[in-house]
């Protein structure tokens, strides 16, 4: 069975300040992993694809097969930045989505 | 467009009563999903439509849960006695056919439960 391990709950960094989310996963077939965001008050959103191989509002992140990660990056944090992020794995003909227990991020002043 | 619309947002109940939330999803969207996410954790799938057939709802807990989609387009969930632990966020969540890595899960506001 797939599963998705986010181990940190909680993370502050200060603005400027180089942020990184961690993600690991298992899965026996070809992994598709997403990063969704949820600001305060606002509805789950997907933030980035492993697929599309983009940066979003100055995140990356990269797919390691050897050490099953997808962490999430971004140089500089902003507070803006400042939200839940999940990470996701889908799976199966039907790209069923496993979500992770999720990271709240805070961008200190 | 207003995206997914759930509703009610809040419920407050008292353990054993029935409760049911409402789902439109997006215009076009044949894919619904209805997912459970509790205190502290990820959404987890409950149940999936694809048009009014309900695909996969190997994770809902049929003894007390039930979904229909009768036209194909809104969906509710119930639950029939509530229970305690039932108390959680329910999202709402519609894509295009099936789910590649192309079409994109589109996420209600989702309904807060709280069993007393």
């Known amino acids: 069975a797939q599963r998705v391990t986010q181990p940190e709950k909680l993370l502050s960094v200060f603005k400027g300040a180089p942020v990184e989310l961690k993600c690991n996963y298992s899965?026996?077939?070809?992994?598709?992993l997403f990063w969704y965001v949820q600001y305060s008050r606002q509805r789950l959103q997907l933030l980035l694809r492993?697929?599309s191989r983009e940066s979003i509002k100055g995140f990356t992140a990269d797919l390691n097969k050897g050490e099953t990660s997808f962490h999430l990056k971004k140089p500089f944090a902003q507070e803006e930045d400042s939200a839940m992020y999940y990470c996701?794995?889908?799976?199966?003909?039907?790209?069923?989505?496993?979500f992770g227990s999720g990271t709240q991020l805070t961008v200190l002043p | 467009e207003a995206g997914v619309v759930q509703s009610p947002r809040y419920k407050i109940i008292e353990k054993k009563q029935p409760v049911a939330f409402w789902c439109n999803p997006i215009s076009g969207h044949n894919t619904l999903y209805w997912y459970l996410q509790n205190l502290g954790q990820g959404p987890e799938l409950l149940i999936r439509?694809?048009?009014?057939?309900?695909?996969?709802d190997s994770q809902l807990p049929k003894d007390r849960f039930s979904a229909e989609r009768l036209k194909g387009v809104d969906s509710t969930l119930k639950i029939q006695p509530a229970e305690l632990g039932d108390s959680a966020v329910y999202l709402c969540?519609?894509?295009?056919?099936?789910?590649?890595?192309?079409?994109?899960?589109?996420f209600g506001p989702g309904t807060r439960l709280t069993v007393l």
């Open positions: 899965y026996s077939g070809s992994p598709e």
């Open positions: 439509y694809e048009n009014e057939e309900a695909v996969d």
């Open positions: 996701a794995l889908a799976s199966g003909s039907a790209r069923q989505l496993t």
């Open positions: 969540a519609s894509s295009l056919v099936g789910f590649s890595s192309y079409n994109e899960q589109f």
């Open positions: 492993h697929i």
